[in-house]
């Protein structure tokens, strides 16, 4: 049985009795140094400092100090971007706990702190349901979701994070956000503004353009060379896709990346493979993604189907091109786990007869989009049509 505890910047003096009787009774304690150097001399265990890097590590550890009372300190709420996520992480997937050859029994007991974010939404008087909290400890700046009159907690790197967020704003439009720095929260030396600790979070009321969060963003969204899924198009074939969080989609044959990228958007926990041959095009994806707030999106540059061969296996295909290539429908549904779901696109009478063939043996629903789009004429105004796509969507039996 380990015992997480969750402890502050304010250290010893601020923790619970429970917190308290946790780590004087353990007779191995480990945490970051920082953490260890926060507990009074008559806590007389062993003081274990994490090792760089913690995960891979952390099986081994834990093996090791099977046969003590151990207490792992956590920063905050240990459940909340915390070691205590990551023990549950690798106690679900096996890596660590019972069935996991020479590991100990990782069940556990958490004894949480006030975190970071709560202290924050308390010195600033935010309601925190209304809030969108967001972590960068682990991900880019780049990754961050900006909409006019949202209020953002983001929990920072390190000192030059919120240097970097400033920078991201002005970037895309939000300049005239309203920024807080909160440092040390919790600490003798907390404050607002100044110079930012280590220790910091974000405080942002976003004031810039609106972003949809819907599919179908504007075509000038994406940097293109014309290869672009168009917008009511993608609109229609993102609904057909139905993302849902925690899938896992191949776009296969991916142009500028829009379905992926909005794939992504659907969900923090909706994941992308964007497969792509030509080199250039694989490079715009991978700036449509970071400037669209996904820069996660997986990037292969290969010709399918060679090149889904080592891919993770997916939830969902989408194939946005080269349908008429020999063995990709068949590669693309031998991927898929029964009740994957294929949807592809068709554009030309040859990749339409393919569509209709497969719609043939395996059944599925055949729906063919054609829009209209106004444009001058002259002095007037008339209609513009473009060409219309056929969309194949299938469930693997």
Same mark, same amino acid.
């Given at each position: 049985?380990?015992?997480?505890?969750?402890?502050?910047? $304010?250290?010893?003096?601020?923790?619970?009795?429970?917190?308290?009787?946790?780590?004087?009774?353990?007779?191995?304690?480990?945490?970051?140094?920082?953490?260890?150097?926060?507990?009074?001399?008559?806590?007389?265990?062993?003081?274990?400092?994490?090792?760089?890097?913690?995960?891979?590590?952390?099986?081994?550890?834990?093996?090791?100090?099977?046969?003590?009372?151990?207490?792992?300190?956590?920063?905050?709420?240990?459940?909340?971007?915390?070691?205590?996520?990551?023990?549950?992480?690798?106690?679900?997937?096996?890596?660590?706990?019972?069935?996991?050859?020479?590991?100990?029994?990782?069940?556990?007991?958490?004894?949480?702190?006030?975190?970071?974010?709560?202290?924050?939404?308390?010195?600033?008087?935010?309601?925190?349901?209304?809030?969108?909290?967001?972590?960068?400890?682990?991900?880019?700046?780049?990754?961050?979701?900006?909409?006019?009159?949202?209020?953002?907690?983001?929990?920072?790197?390190?000192?030059?994070?919120?240097?970097?967020?400033?920078?991201?704003?002005?970037?895309?439009?939000?300049?005239?956000?309203?920024?807080?720095?909160?440092?040390?929260?919790?600490?003798?030396?907390?404050?607002?503004?100044?110079?930012?600790?280590?220790?910091?979070?974000?405080?942002?009321?976003?004031?810039?353009?609106?972003?949809?969060?819907?599919?179908?963003?504007?075509?000038?969204?994406?940097?293109?060379?014309?290869?672009?899924?168009?917008?009511?198009?993608?609109?229609?074939?993102?609904?057909?896709?139905?993302?849902?969080?925690?899938?896992?989609?191949?776009?296969?044959?991916?142009?500028?990346?829009?379905?992926?990228?909005?794939?992504?958007?659907?969900?923090?926990?909706?994941?992308?493979?964007?497969?792509?041959?030509?080199?250039?095009?694989?490079?715009?994806?991978?700036?449509?993604?970071?400037?669209?707030?996904?820069?996660?999106?997986?990037?292969?540059?290969?010709?399918?189907?060679?090149?889904?061969?080592?891919?993770?296996?997916?939830?969902?295909?989408?194939?946005?091109?080269?349908?008429?290539?020999?063995?990709?429908?068949?590669?693309?549904?031998?991927?898929?786990?029964?009740? $994957?779901?294929?949807?592809?696109?068709?554009?030309?009478?040859?990749?339409?007869?393919?569509?209709?063939?497969?719609?043939?043996?395996?059944?599925?629903?055949?729906?063919?989009?054609?829009?209209?789009?106004?444009?001058?004429?002259?002095?007037?105004?008339?209609?513009?049509?473009?060409?219309?796509?056929?969309?194949?969507?299938?469930?693997?039996?």
């Amino acid at each position: 049985m380990l015992k997480v505890v969750g402890i502050g910047a $304010g250290g010893w003096s601020d923790l619970s009795g429970t917190a308290t009787a946790a780590l004087r009774s353990a007779s191995v304690v480990m945490g970051s140094r920082r953490q260890l150097d926060l507990l009074p001399p008559d806590v007389t265990a062993e003081r274990v400092p994490w090792p760089s890097p913690l995960v891979p590590a952390l099986p081994g550890l834990l093996a090791a100090y099977r046969d003590r009372e151990v207490a792992v300190l956590a920063s905050g709420d240990p459940m909340f971007h915390g070691i205590g996520s990551t023990l549950a992480r690798l106690r679900d997937l096996g890596v660590v706990g019972p069935g996991a050859a020479g590991a100990s029994d990782v069940d556990f007991e958490v004894i949480p702190h006030p975190s970071s974010v709560s202290l924050a939404a308390a010195r600033l008087g935010w309601p925190l349901a209304e809030v969108d909290v967001v972590s960068l400890v682990n991900a880019p700046v780049s990754s961050l979701r900006l909409n006019p009159g949202r209020r953002l907690l983001i929990l920072s790197a390190g000192a030059r994070t919120p240097a970097e967020v400033a920078a991201l704003l002005d970037e895309r439009g939000f300049g005239g956000s309203d920024i807080s720095v909160l440092s040390d929260l919790g600490g003798v030396g907390e404050r607002v503004g100044g110079d930012p600790s280590a220790l910091n979070i974000v405080a942002v009321t976003c004031r810039g353009p609106a972003t949809s969060i819907v599919p179908g963003l504007t075509d000038d969204s994406y940097i293109s060379d014309g290869q672009l899924t168009k917008r009511e198009v993608r609109a229609v074939t993102l609904a057909t896709l139905g993302p849902a969080p925690g899938e896992l989609l191949w776009d296969v044959g991916a142009g500028s990346g829009s379905i992926a990228i909005e794939w992504m958007r659907a969900h923090p926990a909706c994941r992308a493979v964007a497969v792509e041959a030509d080199p250039a095009r694989a490079a715009t994806i991978e700036t449509n993604a970071a400037r669209l707030g996904v820069p996660g999106l997986t990037i292969v540059t290969g010709t399918a189907p060679a090149a889904l061969t080592s891919l993770p296996a997916p939830d969902v295909v989408f194939i946005g091109g080269g349908v008429t290539t020999d063995g990709l429908v068949e590669a693309c549904l031998a991927a898929l786990p029964a009740g $994957g779901r294929l949807v592809a696109n068709a554009v030309t009478l040859e990749s339409e007869a393919v569509l209709t063939g497969w719609h043939g043996k395996l059944g599925g629903e055949l729906t063919r989009v054609a829009v209209q789009r106004s444009k001058p004429v002259g002095g007037f105004t008339g209609w513009h049509t473009m060409m219309p796509v056929t969309i194949y969507a299938v469930v693997k039996p």
